[in-house]
């Protein structure tokens, strides 16, 4: 199982990426929306793009609420 920290930094990465924002303006407990100025459609894309990198399947009702890159890891890890 990985580590909660380079979870958080390959969603870090992943998300600076694919959304063109410089790796150094994002922390864990930013806010995604926020910080990456995207949509609830975006932010799909990121989901999806987080489950095939890391392999898991992350379902709907456990990322209800969640907005920033430290829970999204933690509901990672668990799924791992």
Do not use: C, W
């Not at 990465?13 to 922390?27: G, I, P």
């Not at 910080?35 to 379902?59: C, K, M, W, Y």
């Amino acid at each position: 199982m990985a580590e909660p920290q380079a979870i958080v930094d390959a969603i870090l990465d992943l998300a600076s990426m694919h959304f063109k924002v410089e790796r150094s303006k994002l922390s864990p407990d930013d806010d995604f929306f926020n910080t990456l100025q995207i949509d609830s459609l975006q932010a799909l894309e990121l989901l999806t793009r987080l489950e095939n990198h890391f392999g898991v399947e992350l379902p709907d009702y456990e990322m209800q609420g969640v907005s920033d890159f430290r829970t999204l890891a933690e509901r990672i890890q668990a799924r791992m």
